[in-house]
């Protein structure tokens, strides 16, 4: 599910070497993404609805392998 998140996000930004996917837990898997502020807007997208399409690819491809995910989209440091 990693490389789902990381393949979808370097194909949205500009600057698709600054792509950070963070994977952590076992059944209930939460995933970090983490691109430069120029591209937030591009990842989160108009009231949410890239950020949230990017969800449900996720959930559907999680219930594939029998497991749940979340999503969160991190504010770059």
Excluded: C, F, W
């Excluded at 370097?10 to 970090?32: D, F, M, T």
């Excluded at 993404?33 to 989160?44: E, F, K, Q, W």
């Amino acid at each position: 599910m990693k490389q789902l998140v990381e393949y979808i996000a370097q194909s949205l930004v500009s600057e698709p070497e600054h792509v950070q996917v963070i994977e952590r837990g076992g059944n209930n898997v939460r995933i970090e993404l983490r691109v430069v502020r120029n591209d937030m807007g591009r990842v989160i997208g108009k009231d949410g609805r890239v950020a949230n399409a990017i969800r449900t690819l996720l959930r559907v491809a999680a219930a594939r392998e029998g497991k749940q995910v979340t999503l969160d989209v991190v504010e770059p440091r």
